[in-house]
C-alpha cells in the first residue's frame, strides 16, 4: 500500500511541470500537416541538426504597438525556436509605448520571470487572496509572477519600455483578457485602473491597495 502511494505522488511530481528531458538535445521537427498529436513536439533527426537549430532572431525586433493598448508581445516557445524542444523553458519580448499598458492575462502553465532593458514601467499581480503585488522597475530590474496569477504592466516612463521574458515552460499558454475586440466595459475598467496609477503611483509601492485590487476584478469579471 505504502508503495503504491509512493508511486502515486512521484508520478503527480513528474506531471505538475514540463518532463525533463531524455536525451541531450531533441530540436522539433514540425511537419507541415500534423497527423499524429502528442505533448509537446516531435523531434528531429539526430542526423539534421544543427547549430541554427539553438539560435532565434525572434526577440530582436519590436513589435506593433498600435492597438488600444499599445503594446505587443511575442512568446517564443519551441514551435518557433527549435532548440527549446524538450528543455522545459521559453522566453518572450514585450513593447509598450509611453502610458500603454499590457492588459490583465496569466500564464497557466509557467512563472513568468521579467527583466526590463529599457524605459520606466510598473508590474503587478493579484494573487488567489485578491492581494495586489506591485512594483516600479527600471531599466536593470528583475520581476517575477508565479504560475497562473493574473499580472499587467504600465509603462510609466518618458519613452517606449521593452522587457525580456523567460518561462518555466516551452509552452506556458496565455489566458487573456484584451481579446480582438474588447467589450465596452471591458475598455473602460482598463481606463480607469490606468488612470488610478497614473495619477495616484508615487515613490511609494501601494502593497494590496484595496481600490486597486477591486478595480482589477472588474476587469476580470467584467469580460
Keep these: 500500500m505504502m508503495a503504491a502511494q509512493v508511486g502515486i505522488v512521484g508520478i503527480i511530481e513528474v506531471c505538475s511541470a514540463d518532463c525533463n528531458n531524455l536525451q541531450d538535445t531533441c530540436p522539433a521537427s514540425l511537419p507541415e500537416k500534423e497527423t499524429i498529436f502528442i505533448n509537446g513536439l516531435p523531434c528531429k533527426s539526430k542526423d539534421n541538426n544543427t547549430a541554427q537549430d539553438f539560435k532565434t532572431a525572434e526577440l530582436t525586433k519590436a513589435g506593433p504597438r498600435d492597438n488600444f493598448f499599445g503594446s505587443s508581445m511575442n512568446i517564443v516557445g519551441a514551435s518557433k525556436f527549435p532548440g527549446l524542444n524538450t528543455l522545459g523553458i521559453s522566453i518572450g519580448r ?3 509605448e509611453v502610458d500603454g499598458m499590457v492588459n490583465l492575462h496569466s500564464h497557466p502553465r509557467a512563472t513568468e520571470m521579467i527583466y526590463v532593458n529599457q524605459g520606466i514601467l510598473v508590474a ?4 488567489t487572496q485578491n492581494q495586489l503585488f506591485q512594483k516600479s522597475l527600471r531599466a536593470g530590474d528583475v520581476f517575477v509572477i508565479p504560475k497562473g496569477l493574473f499580472h499587467f504592466f504600465l509603462n510609466r516612463g518618458s519613452a517606449a519600455a521593452v522587457v525580456f521574458s523567460v518561462f518555466n515552460s516551452q509552452n506556458p499558454g496565455i489566458g487573456s483578457l484584451s481579446a480582438s475586440t474588447p467589450s465596452k466595459t471591458t475598455l473602460e475598467s ?5 488612470r488610478k496609477l497614473t495619477t495616484s503611483f508615487s515613490d511609494l509601492e501601494l502593497h494590496g491597495t484595496t481600490d486597486l485590487a477591486s478595480q482589477i476584478l472588474k476587469i476580470i469579471y467584467s469580460h
Design 190 to 194: 482598463v481606463e480607469n485602473l490606468k
Design 94 to 96: 514585450i513593447d509598450i
Design 124 to 127: 503587478a499581480f493579484l494573487d
